[in-house]
């Protein structure tokens, strides 16, 4: 069986950066499964497709060209590396992802990303709907008030002005869509591991769930 580590959590937790440092320590593939509903959200404002038109965006979805070349992610050949990670994006992400039309389709292309020698999944539902035979499930969490200085960080350093007081707002409010929804919640599974970073270097969290995997295995 190829191993697999699914790496849940909510946003600004820091998960993506620990998921690739983890793939990159053991020499496994990587998952950002957020950049899928990322792209899924910037091809449907591209369309001008609505979320109420939930058949159309998973027809949509199904005819997406989504490729992975290192750090860059291109859409339909068109670099949207950047263009993804804004508030916005992820905010419309959350929405599709609510949408169990866009997460059906987006289901095989997911589990086609399982290759040798293994696989870091990075995500909301990774341990619980798409893999749930992973070998080791990870929820990768911190406090609201720490993401939020985290994203406020990111954000500064990439020259982009940002209010700590809104980014906290935002980011409560994209946990609460993101947890409540109907289909595919996100929520610590029973049999993950829970791993709080607010006091946390990323060496540390990497460090950890290397251990833990290596208890697994
Ligand atoms: O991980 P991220 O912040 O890039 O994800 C953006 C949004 O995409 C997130 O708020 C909810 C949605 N998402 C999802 O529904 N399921 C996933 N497996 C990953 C992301």
Redesign the pocket.
């Known amino acids: 069986m190829i191993p697999i580590i699914a790496i849940?959590g909510?946003?600004?937790s820091g998960?993506?950066t620990v998921a690739q440092a983890v793939a990159k320590e053991l020499g496994f593939h990587y998952l950002?499964?957020?950049?899928?509903?990322?792209i899924v959200?910037l091809a449907s404002q591209q369309a001008n497709v609505e979320f109420s038109q939930h058949q159309q965006l998973g027809k949509m979805c199904l005819g997406l060209q989504i490729e992975f070349v290192g750090n860059q992610v291109f859409l339909n050949q068109k670099d949207v590396t950047e263009a993804?990670?804004t508030e916005e994006?992820?905010?419309r992400?959350?929405s599709?992802?609510?949408i169990p039309a866009v997460?059906e389709a987006?289901f095989s292309l997911?589990k086609g990303f399982l290759k040798e020698p293994g696989l870091v999944?990075?995500?909301?539902?990774?341990g619980s709907?798409?893999f749930p035979e992973a070998q080791l499930k990870v929820f990768l969490t911190a406090t609201p008030q720490i993401r939020a200085q985290r994203r406020y960080k990111q954000l500064i350093a990439k020259g982009i002005s940002a209010n700590i007081d809104i980014l906290t707002q935002d980011l409560v409010e994209?946990?609460l869509?993101?947890t409540q929804?109907e289909t595919?919640p996100?929520v610590q599974s029973e049999d993950a591991f829970l791993l709080d970073t607010s006091n946390k270097t990323i060496e540390a969290a990497v460090q950890q769930i290397i251990v833990w995997y290596q208890s697994v295995k």
């Open positions: 849940d909510p946003t600004a998960k993506g950002d499964s957020g950049a899928l509903y990322r959200g993804i990670r994006m992820g905010h992400a959350s599709v992802g609510a997460r987006l997911q999944a990075d995500g909301r539902d990774m709907v798409i994209r946990d869509r993101d929804r595919a996100l």
